[in-house]
């Protein structure tokens, strides 16, 4: 079983910067396909960046392109999303989660941190 552990949420205000981090167990991270979502109270979840297990190609939604960074450490098994220029919106609980090469959708899910950005 493969659990994922998220940190580094917290409150903000607007313009501010966070780094959020997942530590994931196990001893095949460097072959993970990993993502970050986010749920904002009565919104669905919506992916926010993903990372190949290589390290490239990355994605972002459209609304975070250019404020948030998507990274990896294969050494520490950890994931990292680092969250500049935040704006009120971006409030939410941010989840990371493991996607296997040979899976279609992600398997594994952390508990969620949550992120306040103040007005």
């Known amino acids: 079983q493969v659990q994922l552990v998220e940190s580094g949420g917290g409150l903000v205000q607007a313009g501010g910067s966070l780094r959020l981090s997942c530590a994931v167990s196990g001893r095949t991270f460097s072959s993970y396909n990993l993502g970050w979502f986010r749920q904002a109270p009565g919104k669905e979840r919506e992916v926010v960046a993903y990372i190949d297990w290589s390290g490239s190609p990355t994605y972002y939604a459209n609304s975070v392109k250019g404020r948030f960074t998507i990274s990896r450490d294969n050494a520490r098994n950890t994931v990292y999303l680092q969250m500049n220029s935040l704006k009120p919106e971006d409030t939410a609980v941010y989840y990371c989660?493991?996607?296997?090469?040979?899976?279609?959708?992600?398997?594994?899910w952390g508990q969620g941190t949550q992120v306040t950005v103040s007005s």
């Open positions: 989660a493991v996607k296997r090469q040979t899976s279609i959708k992600y398997d594994y």
